[in-house]
């Protein structure tokens, strides 16, 4: 775990390597998207998600829009977890009004069959290198990528769902198949947060949208191993850069997770007691979190109370506050400015 904050780290970077401040900093996950009417002025102009993702100044200007805005502390990335296997070699295409569909899905195919484009992750980094150019010292340039289960769910099914039931009935009846495509994502994301360290990130996140359906053992395999698989080689090329883990719906499996994976920090969806994880979580390491999304777009005396109770919480350990999970699209901006207001006072 990093533990070196220098006194010219912008306050979110100081955090993750173990510094605490009052207040916070504080980022939300999807921060840049479609509850802001400045991206969805961009997105009708440029076209679909992912047209938006691969041009790389749209994709900068969207990662900018909430720095500008409201000031956070952090500037996540604009783009999606499916980049990877878009990268090794699946179609990837996002419908209107629909969820992500990748083609084939491997249920019906093998990936050793998919032909690797690179040339996707590269334009991802260009993203990364002009955000950062832009980007005023006190503002932490995050990078990310999904972790290898949750992307592997998609990449089996070709979609999302509600249970994961293909791709979890696939690493029970072929765990060695299954750990050769977990092997072969793993890879492939250590280069690719790497890329998006070299262009200038300066702490990166694993999501794990998917980990809470796994059992306490199929956790440990397909989760666990493989994301401190990540983190380790991660560690060798980068050794002072931060990593978050954030694998939701973990519940008491996260107390593992963070002992096990080596990540630096631990993220918390809002599922999650506060007081339990400050409980039960290593001493010192930092947490993230775990606003409800729903207490955001409520707003008044439900979203103070709600802020209230996270910050109690962690007054003497390495916070950086966020939601539990991302910002919704009708997310009122002036609740998310309310937040902000609060965010900004010591507690």
Do not use: C
């Not at 499916?82 to 990268?87: G, K, R, Y």
């Amino acid at each position: 775990m990093i533990s070196n904050p220098t006194p010219t780290d912008p306050p979110l970077l100081a955090v993750l390597k173990g510094d605490r401040r009052d207040p916070p900093p504080v980022w939300l996950m999807r921060q840049a998207g479609r509850y802001l009417p400045e991206y969805r002025a961009l997105r009708a102009e440029k076209g679909g998600f992912l047209a938006l993702v691969y041009d790389s100044d749209a994709a900068a200007e969207i990662t900018l829009q909430p720095i500008r805005r409201f000031g956070m502390d952090g500037a996540i990335l604009f783009s999606d977890i499916l980049i990877v296997p878009h990268a090794i070699g699946q179609g990837l295409t996002f419908g209107p009004g629909e969820g992500p569909q990748l083609t084939p899905p491997l249920s019906d195919a093998r990936f050793d069959a998919l032909v690797a484009k690179p040339e996707y992750l590269a334009r991802i980094y260009e993203t990364v290198a002009k955000v950062k150019a832009q980007l005023g010292h006190e503002t932490t340039m995050l990078g990310f990528a999904g972790s290898p289960w949750t992307v592997a769910t998609y990449m089996v099914a070709g979609h999302g769902s509600k249970d994961q039931g293909e791709t979890r009935r696939l690493a029970y009846t072929d765990p060695q198949g299954f750990q050769a495509l977990i092997d072969k994502i793993v890879a492939v994301t250590v280069d690719y947060l790497s890329g998006q360290i070299e262009a200038g990130a300066q702490a990166v996140q694993l999501f794990d949208s998917w980990a809470g359906t796994l059992s306490p053992a199929q956790f440990e395999r397909w989760v666990i191993a493989p994301t401190a698989d990540i983190v380790g080689r991660l560690m060798v090329r980068h050794g002072d850069v931060p990593i978050i883990g954030f694998p939701k719906g973990a519940g008491a499996k996260l107390a593992a997770y963070a002992a096990e994976t080596g990540v630096d920090a631990v993220g918390l969806d809002e599922t999650i007691d506060p007081q339990w994880a400050d409980a039960m979580l290593p001493p010192g390491m930092p947490v993230q979190g775990n606003l409800d999304p729903l207490a955001l777009i409520a707003g008044g005396d439900a979203l103070v109370t709600a802020v209230n109770r996270i910050r109690a919480a962690f007054d003497t350990r390495p916070h950086v506050f966020n939601l539990g999970h991302g910002i919704l699209p009708d997310a009122p901006i002036a609740h998310v400015e309310q937040l902000m207001a609060m965010l900004r006072k010591p507690f």
